[in-house]
């Protein structure tokens, strides 16, 4: 009898205890990840063999108790080397775990292989090569705070590489995490399997797998135990031969109707992928792969009751919660219709998304699927369940309606108001109700959801939960599709990362204010290319921009600027240090029918710009960013400790009677009056005055200045 460890993924351990128990061997300990178990070299290959649910068995070699002052390389040594490989055959090392001794998992593996390679140097004169990739023997090095456990790579490359996947979809499910939600679906042999979410067909393959009695590990060229000395090759062929026979015949289950798979997808590719990797497998014939709407399902796929399998979008932003939560929705709905008596097991990261199909759970278990915590979640389609209407949204918190009759409110109060002065983009909702910490902006049909950073003190899934009644509000009150919403999360912005890119889907769209148009975007950036709260401000610049000579400093994508050309100004100056930007701002111009060279754009560090320029302006606006520390600017900016210094590098740019209007949007930002009117200037605040009727109930959203000297 021989010690060995199972590895697998995290929530899979309990079932693969059960399996390894299932072929005799005595399991020992279970911890996550890692199932150790006793057994003998026969049943070791039995389980490299059939195994469904470990990813790699490791062979035990020995286990030292340590000390804080330990070290691996003295340790191994010890160990006899020449017992378990050749000199002539390759090697690669790992390092699992954390030790006093040892920086990083890679200088412990680098000890390990010196003790391997300075043993076979010392007694044969000669030394293993090392190959990373693709090693005849792989040893394992795993710590702990009391043992260093030595182990030998028994089985090889990982056991969910069944062989028969060469693509896959969007979101691979890897083999043996597919066989573990079968066997917590309760799915047996027999039972009808339908997953409309099919993806490359992973799920279907492995259950049709097993329905044939294929042992998943006849597809492997080799295993890492046949390389190793002491390999017992007419016991392993033995076992082989008895799996072969063991198989079910295809047409067998075929011929007799006894099981069936379906799948579904809207994904062409991922569909030709399913089929082909279905062929691989020995499956084809036993599987219906299919063009098919989860969203709409049309048809039962089968008379008899079964079970449906499933891993669905779920995300991995919040941005992505308009589409999924409507797509839930709509899902369970043809469930409820069409698969009442079937039991429904989905796998998700996001299971606030399963508040969307308004269903009671019957069971959840905790799995990982890579690098995302998800949870498995069964359903039984009951008469009652199937009966719960899916009309009204669901919440999580019956206050969250509060939310959903504000917004209400507010729309019938500021829709006729909008189309009285001209405008189709406004502010509908800005964290009115403080617990829901959102902002709501209407774009022409289209909505905007900014979610603002929760306060430490708010509990992080709580405010998850009041987002989602968000979202799943906000399309049934404004009467649109949940397409046409975006989400996007705001957190305070720090240099560069203060318009940081999103999803560069390049969709534009365009929006009017008081006679200007301007193309946003709603999706690519956290900013959408206009600053609705100073709407006022720029309609003020284009009353006053008649024959005068305009600067527009900071400029984003020329908003001011356009406004200040229709207002006929002899000469409108944009500068911004984004060529991105600045070539916004020429479509800006352009949408307007704007040309000439009295419209000049100049791609610069404003302040660097300022100090060279010397030409003169009857108007200037100036609304630069809170902070900034742009690598392409000499010294960081902060618009609290700076703004008298670059007001006053003004006074040079200024003709005879020009105004400066001076805005920025910092909380709590305190104009320092002393020393501008020290300097020479005079200074009207017009704060309240340009803050517009959308912006009224967050009278903090902005300051602004009107600064002129005598």
């Given at each position: 009898?021989?010690e060995?460890?199972?590895l697998?993924?995290?929530?899979?351990?309990?079932?693969?205890?059960d399996?390894?128990?299932?072929?005799?061997?005595?399991v020992l300990?279970?911890?996550?990840?890692v199932?150790?178990?006793?057994?003998?070299?026969?049943?070791?290959?039995?389980?490299?063999l059939w195994?469904?649910?470990?990813?790699r068995?490791?062979?035990?070699?020995?286990?030292?108790?340590?000390?804080?002052?330990?070290?691996?390389?003295?340790?191994a040594?010890?160990?006899?080397w020449?017992q378990l490989?050749?000199?002539?055959?390759?090697?690669?090392?790992?390092?699992?775990g954390?030790?006093?001794?040892i920086?990083?998992t890679?200088?412990g593996?680098?000890?390990?292989?010196d003790?391997?390679v300075?043993?076979?140097?010392?007694?044969?004169?000669?030394?293993p090569?090392v190959?990373?990739?693709?090693?005849?023997?792989?040893?394992?090095?795993r710590?702990?705070?009391?043992h260093?456990?030595?182990?030998l790579d028994?089985?090889?490359?990982?056991l969910?590489?069944?062989g028969?996947r060469?693509?896959?979809g969007?979101?691979?499910?890897?083999?043996h995490?597919?066989?573990?939600?079968?066997k917590?679906?309760?799915?047996?042999?027999?039972t009808?399997?339908f997953?409309?979410?099919?993806?490359?067909?992973?799920?279907l393959?492995e259950?049709?797998?097993?329905?044939?009695?294929?042992?998943?590990?006849?597809?492997r060229?080799?295993?890492?135990?046949e390389?190793?000395?002491?390999?017992?090759?007419a016991?392993?062929?033995?076992l082989?031969?008895?799996?072969?026979?063991?198989?079910?015949?295809p047409d067998?289950?075929?011929?007799g109707?006894?099981?069936?798979?379906w799948?579904?997808?809207?994904?062409?590719?991922?569909l030709?992928?399913?089929?082909?990797?279905?062929?691989?497998?020995g499956?084809?014939?036993?599987?219906?792969?299919?063009?098919?709407d989860?969203t709409?399902?049309?048809?039962k796929?089968?008379?008899?009751?079964?079970?449906?399998?499933?891993n669905?979008p779920?995300?991995?932003?919040?941005?992505d919660?308009?589409?999924?939560?409507?797509?839930?929705s709509k899902?369970?709905l043809?469930?409820?219709q069409l698969?009442?008596?079937?039991?429904?097991a989905i796998i998700t990261?996001n299971?606030?998304?399963l508040r969307?199909?308004r269903?009671?759970?019957?069971?959840?278990?905790?799995?990982?699927?890579?690098?995302l915590?998800?949870?498995?979640?069964l359903?039984?389609?009951?008469?009652?369940?199937?009966?719960?209407?899916?009309?009204?949204?669901?919440?999580?918190?019956?206050?969250?309606s509060s939310?959903?009759n504000?917004?209400?409110?507010?729309l019938k109060?500021l829709?006729k108001?909008?189309?009285?002065?001209?405008?189709?983009?406004?502010?509908?909702?800005?964290?009115d109700?403080?617990?829901y910490n959102?902002?709501?902006?209407?774009?022409?049909?289209?909505?905007?959801?900014?979610e603002?950073?929760?306060?430490?003190?708010?509990?992080e899934?709580?405010s998850?939960?009041?987002?989602?009644?968000?979202?799943n509000?906000?399309?049934?009150v404004?009467?649109?599709?949940?397409d046409?919403m975006i989400?996007k999360?705001?957190?305070k912005?720090k240099?560069t990362?203060?318009?940081?890119?999103?999803?560069?889907?390049?969709?534009?769209?365009e929006?009017?204010?008081?006679g200007?148009?301007?193309w946003v975007?709603?999706?690519?950036?956290?900013?959408t290319?206009?600053?609705?709260?100073?709407?006022?401000?720029?309609?003020?610049?284009q009353q006053?921009?008649?024959?005068?000579?305009?600067?527009n400093?900071?400029?984003?994508?020329?908003?001011?600027?356009?406004?200040?050309?229709?207002?006929?100004a002899?000469?409108?100056?944009t500068?911004?240090?984004?060529?991105?930007y600045?070539?916004?701002?020429?479509r800006?111009?352009?949408?307007?029918?704007?040309n000439?060279?009295?419209?000049q754009?100049?791609q610069?560090d404003?302040?660097q710009?300022?100090?060279?320029?010397?030409?003169?302006?009857?108007?200037?606006f100036?609304d630069?960013p809170?902070?900034?520390?742009?690598k392409r600017m000499e010294?960081?900016?902060d618009?609290?400790?700076?703004?008298?210094?670059?007001?006053?590098?003004?006074?040079?740019?200024?003709?005879?009677?020009?105004?400066v209007i001076f805005s920025?949007?910092?909380?709590?930002?305190?104009?320092?009056s002393?020393a501008?009117?020290e300097?020479g200037?005079?200074?009207?605040?017009?704060?309240?005055?340009?803050l517009p009727?959308?912006?009224k109930?967050?009278?903090n959203?902005?300051?602004?200045?009107e600064?002129?000297?005598p």
């Open positions: 009898m021989l060995f460890w199972a697998t993924s995290k929530g899979v351990e309990e079932l693969l205890a399996e390894i128990r299932s072929y005799q061997g005595e300990k279970v911890s996550m990840g199932v150790r178990f006793k057994a003998d070299v026969k049943t070791a290959y039995t389980l490299c195994s469904r649910l470990a990813t068995i490791m062979r035990l070699i020995q286990s030292e108790p340590v000390t804080a002052e330990s070290d691996i390389y003295q340790i040594s010890k160990i006899d020449g490989m050749s000199v002539r055959q390759t090697l690669a090392v790992d390092c699992v954390k030790h006093p001794k920086d990083n890679q200088f593996g680098m000890r390990l292989k003790a391997i300075d043993q076979f140097r010392e007694e044969t004169g000669q030394r090569d190959d990373r990739l693709t090693p005849d023997v792989r040893f394992q090095v710590l702990d705070k009391l260093f456990h030595f182990l028994f089985s090889g490359p990982s969910h590489q069944r028969y060469s693509g896959q969007d979101a691979p499910l890897k083999e995490l597919a066989a573990a939600l079968l917590r679906s309760g799915w047996v042999p027999g009808p399997l997953d409309p979410f099919c993806g490359s067909g992973t799920i393959i259950a049709a797998q097993q329905s044939l009695n294929m042992a998943p590990g006849l597809a060229e080799s295993f890492a135990f390389r190793t000395p002491g390999h017992r090759a016991v392993w062929q033995q082989v031969a008895e799996a072969k026979a063991a198989q079910i015949a067998q289950l075929a011929l109707n006894t099981i069936q798979f799948g579904s997808d809207t994904d062409e590719r991922s030709s992928k399913a089929r082909q990797n279905a062929a691989r497998a499956v084809a014939n036993l599987i219906n792969f299919d063009y098919g989860a709409a399902l049309k048809h796929v089968c008379d008899a009751n079964g079970i449906i399998v499933t669905p779920y995300g991995e932003r919040l941005g919660l308009p589409s999924l939560i409507p797509l839930y899902f369970a043809s469930l409820k698969y009442q008596g079937w039991r429904l990261s299971s606030d998304l969307a199909l269903l009671s759970k019957s069971k959840a278990y905790k799995f990982s699927n890579g690098p915590d998800c949870e498995f979640t359903f039984d389609l009951t008469e009652k369940q199937v009966q719960v209407s899916n009309n009204a949204p669901s919440l999580f918190f019956s206050e969250s939310f959903g504000r917004l209400a409110k507010n109060q829709q108001w909008a189309k009285r002065e001209g405008l189709n983009c406004y502010r509908l909702y800005d964290a109700i403080p617990e959102v902002a709501v902006d209407w774009y022409d049909g289209e909505v905007v959801v900014h603002y950073a929760a306060p430490a003190t708010v509990d899934h709580v998850q939960k009041r987002l989602f009644d968000v979202v509000q906000v399309p049934t404004l009467g649109i599709n949940p046409k989400l999360v705001r957190e912005q240099g990362n203060q318009y940081q890119a999103l999803a560069k889907a390049g969709q534009y769209k929006v009017s204010e008081y200007a148009k301007f975007n709603l999706r690519d950036y956290l900013d290319g206009l600053f609705l709260d100073h709407r006022i401000t720029r309609h003020l610049i006053q921009a008649k024959d005068k000579r305009v600067l400093l900071f400029a984003y994508t020329g908003t001011a600027s356009v406004h200040a050309a229709l207002g006929g002899q000469s409108v100056t500068v911004d240090m984004s060529n991105t600045l070539d916004w701002a020429k800006n111009f352009m949408l307007n029918g704007l000439g060279k009295q419209y754009f100049e610069a404003c302040l710009w300022l100090a060279r320029n010397r030409n003169l302006f009857d108007l200037i100036v630069p809170t902070f900034s520390n742009s010294d960081s900016w618009v609290q400790r700076d703004h008298v210094n670059m007001l006053n590098m003004l006074i040079g740019k200024m003709a005879p009677g020009a105004k920025n949007n910092k909380r709590r930002f305190k104009i320092d002393a501008l009117i300097a200037w005079q200074i009207k605040d017009i704060s309240a005055a340009t009727e959308d912006f109930r967050n009278p959203i902005h300051v602004c200045f600064l002129t000297r």
